[in-house]
Every structure is written in structure tokens, then in C-alpha cells.
């Protein structure tokens, strides 16, 4: 079985660019989560979908950061215009059920670096 | 808000020998889980090991079991017999089990440790 995958592994952009970043679910997840972790500091909860649904965007930084999870299978996490605090990584996790009802596992992507310069 | 603290940016163990990750919280509420990630070099993190509060005894994996002591609010992670692969940033979370309106996969995260492993 796949894992959750994550597109591109690696993201170097100038300031002001746009970047998207792609994550494929662990098929048949409903739980779509995005988290970052900039340098140094703690690993932060951005959103969470269920389905195509946002559930929780309540981690999301500002309005330069647009997820989307059309048709509910993989997610995208478009930033625009990127801003050097943007850097990063991203990671996307996914759970088949709503890991608050039973005792589901969330499972991570590898993430992927940003780097804006 | 409930915070996760871990307060050893970096950990050293020979191998074989056994290491002890630190991780204390701070939370109101009673019943919560929490969690131990690893995330080795290759990036994806990795679930080590889940407490959940209302359970006593400590949960135990392999080589990797906890030290669970919930009036104290502190949750360590003991490595034994460490082994090379065993290298890696380790992640202390805390996971509520109350629906809040909001999303409950929304682990709240330590800044790690990052454990070295020497032959």
C-alpha cells in the first residue's frame, strides 16, 4: 500500500514567487492534515479536511496560504506571494477515519522543504 | 492552549546502551493521548509509540516504552539497546480527545530532540 506522498520534496523560490505543493493520501483516507515546521521551532498544525470539506483552518498563517482538496482525493497548499518566514517544511498527514473517535493512527508524508530566498 | 515541552535540543547514546527522551505538558483537560514521533533523516515521520491518559500502566514497544506520569505531566521516552537506526529527531505530541468544533488530528507538537547514535 502507498504511503501519503508529497510533491516536491524540495522547493526553492525567490520572495514574492507562488508555490504549490501537492500531497496524495493514503487512498481511502477521508482526513486530510497539513502541518509546518519552520527551523527551530515546534511542528504546527495548518488545516485539517475532511473529504473535499475544510474542517479546521484554524492554523492557517494568512491569506497568502490557499489549500484546496478538490473532489476529495489529494490536496494542494498554494502560497502566494511567498515570504521568507514561509520557509520550511510541509507536512501533509492522513487518517481514514476522524482520528478523534477511535484510536486511528495518522500518517505522514515525508513533507516537503521551501526555501524562499 | 496546552503546550508540549521538550527540553533537550540534543541526546548522544552509545549503542546498546539505554537513553531517556524528556518531554513534559501542560494541558487542563483529562483525558488526552500522547505520542512519540520519530523522524528519521529520510523526513517521514514515524509513529513510535501512544499513551492515552487514562490508562495507568505505561505503554511499551519493543525496545521503546514510556515513563507516563500524568500528575507530574511528564511523558519520556526510553530507548534501550539502542541501535544505529535508532538516530533521528524525535517528536514529543499531545493529542486531546475533546471535539471542540475544530479538528482533534491536531497534534500539538515539541520542537524535538535530536538523538545521536554512536557505534
Known amino acids: 500500500e502507498a504511503g501519503v506522498t508529497q510533491f516536491p520534496s524540495h522547493s526553492v523560490i525567490e520572495k514574492g514567487q507562488t508555490v504549490t505543493l501537492r500531497c496524495d493520501p493514503i487512498s481511502g483516507h477521508d482526513n486530510l492534515y497539513w502541518y509546518r515546521r519552520v527551523m527551530g521551532k515546534e511542528i504546527k498544525f495548518l488545516l485539517h479536511?475532511?473529504?473535499?470539506?475544510?474542517?479546521?483552518e484554524s492554523g492557517m498563517p494568512n491569506n497568502r496560504f490557499l489549500a484546496e482538496r478538490t473532489g476529495g482525493t489529494y490536496s494542494t497548499l498554494k502560497v502566494q506571494p511567498a515570504e521568507l518566514e514561509d520557509s520550511g517544511v510541509y507536512f501533509c498527514?492522513?487518517?481514514?477515519?476522524?482520528?478523534?473517535?477511535?484510536?486511528?493512527?495518522?500518517?505522514f508524508g515525508s513533507g516537503t522543504q521551501l526555501s524562499v530566498l | 492552549a496546552q503546550t508540549v515541552t521538550q527540553s533537550q535540543p540534543e541526546m548522544s547514546v552509545q549503542e546498546a546502551e539505554t537513553v531517556t527522551l524528556s518531554c513534559t505538558y501542560d494541558t487542563s483537560e483529562s483525558d488526552y493521548y500522547l505520542f512519540w514521533y520519530k523522524q528519521p533523516p529520510s523526513r517521514q515521520m514515524i509513529l513510535v509509540i501512544r499513551q492515552e491518559a487514562y490508562k495507568q500502566q505505561n505503554a511499551t514497544e519493543n525496545r521503546f516504552s514510556v515513563n507516563f506520569q500524568k500528575a507530574a505531566k511528564s511523558f519520556s521516552l526510553k530507548i534501550s539497546d539502542s541501535q544505529l537506526g535508532d538516530a533521528a529527531m524525535y517528536f514529543c505530541?499531545?493529542?486531546?480527545?475533546?471535539?471542540?468544533?475544530?479538528?482533534?488530528?491536531?497534534?500539538?507538537f515539541g520542537k524535538g530532540t535530536k538523538l545521536s547514535v554512536k557505534p
Open positions: 479536511f475532511v473529504k473535499e470539506s475544510k474542517q479546521d
Open positions: 505530541a499531545y493529542r486531546s480527545t475533546m471535539n471542540y468544533g475544530g479538528s482533534q488530528g491536531n497534534l500539538i
Open positions: 498527514a492522513s487518517s481514514q477515519a476522524a482520528v478523534w473517535t477511535t484510536n486511528e493512527k495518522l500518517f
